[in-house]
């Protein structure tokens, strides 16, 4: 560059230290993976460069002192509504780099209305009394797969037979699953903490696009391959050490297009899982360069089936898009066992910004249309729902179940509960909290063996609150939960938008 970058002129974040608390200890220059902090050796003071501050507060965090914070820059340009500050600064950033501006995470403007905000949720008073889950059993398990239309019994020597033959199912014992997030956007310790948490709440982790790595293939049970269109790390093993596989067409932040995974993120070990050249940019293409149509859809989903001797569930997992519905009818019809919907609020570990601000639609209202066409069609049995994309506690998974899911999916919760404050610099290979990084002395600030219990407490913290929430209902088994859109009421939302979602508005 020819010249002094004029984004770098307008820092969003401003460092301050507290001179009176500052011990010196250089530790916060040696935390912050985006060089914001130096040493002046001469004079023996901290120096700071607030355009490099990326908000992730890490230095906050370690500092022994407390003598740092973080806070927004309180200069302002001149006020438009029209023209924002963003929208400003994005065009100065191209004129620099004359390149696609990459951004990790969803997408954080809130210009949408997040729909399981407006929705609440029913209790029961006087008749059909609550249910109390310290004194009660309460019922979250959940089988994911292709249902039969009817049950057939047979009776021999006087005893009573199930005739009909179950196709496999995926069983989780909480109704929520740790999203794909391929090794390589995320680092294996990451991995290794979803893994064997997954393992131990009985629930399922999916590997993302990335492949599997050897050393995690004893969780397989507990696991779910991800099919792409790059075929990164799939491989007859792949697929038969797992418990599912998913066959990934789009995602929910970035509808449309393919992976980027950048070569600086692609060390030795990301490179053998992912079977290609270590250093090389991981492109996976915009489609399957082999499905076209619902029968090419069909013809992949019966020889993964094939190739793993119909042991496996395959789940087919879409972005939420503008005519969802139709698309989901026909993948069901493919034979997809589980048909996975992405919303347009997922997060993402790199996506242009102008796809994942502007391309998808919301995941309720994909939901809600999705369950009522299946309904509709009379094959919503056929297939579970799992969505993902905008979960964040255990009330958002409560209202997916009502609107029509069988279980959730969640990314961005993951990656908090494990330390991520949603800096959203994910494409840059320099993650803070050592998440979304594979350099060395950055991934060692997750330690396995925490991950794992605090991604456990996270399950285990939403499903008592599920069966709180479930019992303040009357019920005691989630399954009953599952597309009772009377149970939600609308609060601020217009006709057409309660029409799409099924639901009453409140008062009603
Ligand atoms: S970590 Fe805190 S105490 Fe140490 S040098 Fe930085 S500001 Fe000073
Ligand atoms: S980028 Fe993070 S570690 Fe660096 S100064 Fe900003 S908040 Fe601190
Ligand atoms: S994973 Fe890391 S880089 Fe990505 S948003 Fe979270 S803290 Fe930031």
Known sequence: MLYKSFVDSFSDYIIDRNED??????????????????????????????????????????????????????????????????????????????????VGMGNPTGKQPTYFDRML????????????????????????????????????????????KLTPQLKLEYPIMFSAMSYGAINYNVHVGMARASQKMGIYYNTGEGGLHKSLYPYGANTIVQVASGRFGVNAEYLNVAGGIEIKIGQGAK???????????????????????????????????????????????????????????????????????????????????ILTLDGYRGGTGAAPLVTRNNVGIPIELALASVDQRLRDEGIRNHVSIVVGGGIRSSADVVKAIALGADAVYIGTATLVSVGCTLCRMCFTGKCPWGIATNDQSLSKRINPDIAEEKLSNLIRGWGLEIKEIIGGMGLNALESMRGSRHRLRGVGLSESELDILGIAPAGK
Not at 45 to 65: F, G, N, S, Y
Not at 140 to 163: C, H, I, M, N
């Open 255 to 337: 509808p449309g297009i393919g992976g980027h995974l950048p070569g600086e993120k692609v060390n030795e070990e990301v490179s053998r899982t992912r079977m290609i050249p270590a250093g090389t940019d991981a492109l996976s293409p915009a489609p399957h360069h082999d499905i076209y149509s619902i029968e090419d859809l069909r013809q992949l989903i019966y020889a993964l089936k094939e190739a793993t001797d119909y042991k496996n569930p395959v789940s087919v997992k879409i972005a939420a898009v503008h005519n969802s519905a139709a698309i989901a009818s026909g993948i069901v019809r493919a034979g997809a066992d």
């Open 121 to 164: 949720l029913d209790a029961s008073q006087v008749t059909n009394p609550s249910i109390d889950p310290l004194r009660e059993p309460m019922e979250l398990r959940t089988y994911l797969g292709r249902k039969p239309d009817r049950l057939e019994f047979e009776e021999k020597d006087g005893r009573v037979s199930l005739k009909t």
């Open 21 to 102: 608390k500052c011990i010196l200890c250089r530790i916060c220059e040696r935390q912050c993976s985006y060089e914001a902090h130096g040493f002046d050796k001469k004079n023996s003071v901290m120096t700071k460069q607030d355009h490099k501050c990326i908000c992730c507060r890490r230095c906050e965090a370690m500092c022994p002192t407390g003598a740092i914070s973080i806070r927004e820059n309180p200069s302002q340009f001149k006020r438009n509504s029209n023209w924002t500050a963003s929208h400003r600064k994005n065009i100065y950033k191209q004129a620099e780099t004359g390149g696609i501006l990459l």
